[in-house]
């Protein structure tokens, strides 16, 4: 069973550019999710989805978007890029949504924005 | 809001030693709670998991258990190898936020020397 897929691994872009980041979950995962990684702030929530559907959003500004497919890949977008935007992506994909639900990760996308 | 303490790192043990690693946590209700670790240049795996109060995790001879009445969820080994090198992550879900979100500790930095 393939697991989480994330594309691409490493990216560079130059600050006011826009990225998209792209996510295939698990066969069968409905349930798409997405956090930022950096050094300062450790791992904070993004957004999820389920059935093409926001569910859940964190605190993070209007410049971050997502959305999710009929086949429950997802893609997350982020405008107007800033230095601070540099970070480590991760997608993690689940069955359902649920607190008791284990989360599958992908690898993560590297963005460095210079 | 939901809130994961870790104990701060890194932590440097030899071959063989007993891990210890501290986690407390902050949430209304009973969330889910998790241990994850990250090996340099992968993602997140879910190492373990308890979903009630005085619940037991275990996996790959890690331990962890769900002390409601202390609020904590220490992640123990009785023998660490090197192989265990890794970043450790403390995560709970449910409390004040609803679906599969987590909530991160800051990541505890783990080096086994032989």
């Known amino acids: 069973k393939a697991g989480v897929t994330q594309t691409p691994r490493y990216l560079i872009k130059t600050r006011g550019q826009q990225v998209t980041l792209s996510c295939s979950p698990i066969?069968?995962?409905?349930?798409v999710s997405w956090y930022q990684q950096t050094p300062g702030q450790g791992l904070q929530f993004l957004f999820e989805?389920?059935?093409?559907?926001?569910?859940n959003k964190g605190n993070f500004p209007g410049r971050f978007s997502g959305r999710q497919f009929s086949n429950s890949r997802s893609e997350m977008n982020v405008s107007t890029l800033e230095l601070g935007d540099s970070a480590l992506y991760l997608c993690?994909?689940?069955?359902?949504?649920?607190?008791?639900?284990?989360?599958?990760f992908g690898q993560g996308t590297r963005l460095t924005v210079v | 809001g939901n809130s994961v303490t870790q104990m701060e790192g890194p932590v440097t043990l030899s071959e063989e030693a007993f891990l210890t690693i501290n986690c407390t946590y902050t949430?209304?209700?009973?969330?889910?709670l998790f241990w994850y670790v990250q090996y340099p240049g992968e993602g997140l795996q879910l190492l373990l998991k308890a979903t009630k109060a005085d619940d037991k995790g275990s996996n790959k001879g890690f331990e962890a258990t769900y002390r409601k009445e202390t609020t904590s969820f220490h992640l123990e080994k009785g023998s660490v190898q090197v192989s265990d090198s890794a970043v450790y992550f403390c995560a709970l879900s449910g409390g004040e936020t609803s679906g599969s979100r987590l909530t991160f500790g800051e990541g505890t930095q783990l080096t086994v020397n032989p």
């Open positions: 066969s069968g995962h409905r349930s």
């Open positions: 989805y389920f059935s093409e559907t926001q569910r």
């Open positions: 993690a994909s689940s069955l359902v949504v649920g607190m008791n639900t284990e989360a599958f």
């Open positions: 949430a209304t209700g009973y969330p889910s």
